[in-house]
């Protein structure tokens, strides 16, 4: 079974500049998670999908930061425009059960 | 909210020998899911153990097991027979919802 995938795995941009990150989760896995996680800290839960609407967004800086699951399946995650405190390991997680499975993150570094 | 707390940020074990992570939470709800999740250098989480909290029996994984403590709202592990592909950041996880509330880690290192 492939596990999650996400693309970049680092990116590095100047401040007040666009990225995006990609994740597809494991096949067949219905909910999908980003997470930010800044050094030295555990990871933050920043959107929760189930299939291709909406959970939980509470904790996503809504005015710069923006996801989306179209179909379902793969997710994006945006950042518009970027600031230095963005900063850190993007993690996508899919869940079966109560076991969420993580990806490798995409490392955002913000100069 | 569920806050979890680790009261450890570096931990150092031998080879062989056997180590204890601690791990404490706080919650008002009865039934819930804790979690250790290991993150190594290369970054990628990988569940090492799972509890439910309507469990009185402590989970065991080979070499992993816990010591949960509903009513002290702790939940510690031990890592017995230590191996050098052990060392990495190890994160006590609280389920809300579906999703996780993380602690902040502990640094595990393991000395030949």
């Known amino acids: 079974e492939a596990g999650v995938a996400q693309s970049p795995r680092y990116k590095i941009i100047e401040k007040r500049q666009s990225v995006a990150f990609w994740c597809n989760p494991i096949s067949g896995h219905a909910t999908l998670y980003w997470y930010q996680q800044i050094l030295g800290q555990g990871p933050k839960l920043l959107i929760q999908?189930?299939?291709?609407?909406?959970?939980?967004d509470s904790q996503l800086p809504k005015d710069r930061f923006s996801a989306e699951r179209l179909k379902g399946v793969d997710s994006t995650l945006k950042i518009q425009p970027a600031k230095l405190e963005d900063s850190a390991v993007y993690l996508c997680a899919s869940r079966r059960g109560e076991t969420q499975y993580f990806g490798p993150g995409t490392r955002l570094l913000v100069l | 909210a569920q806050t979890v707390t680790q009261s450890q940020p570096e931990m150092s074990v031998q080879e062989a020998e056997t180590v204890t992570l601690s791990c404490t939470y706080d919650t008002s709800e009865s039934d819930y899911y804790l979690f250790w999740y290991k993150q190594p250098p290369s970054r990628q989480m990988i569940l090492v153990i799972r509890q439910e909290a309507y469990k009185q029996q402590n989970a065991t994984e080979n070499r992993f097991s816990v010591n949960f403590q509903k009513a002290a709202k702790s939940f510690s592990l031990k890592i017995s027979d230590s191996q050098l592909g052990d060392a990495a950041m190890y994160f006590c996880?609280?389920?809300?919802?579906?999703?996780?509330?993380f602690g902040k880690g502990t640094s595990l290192l393991v000395t030949p």
């Open positions: 996880a609280y389920r809300r919802g579906y999703a996780l509330n």
């Open positions: 999908f189930q299939n291709n609407g909406v959970v939980d």
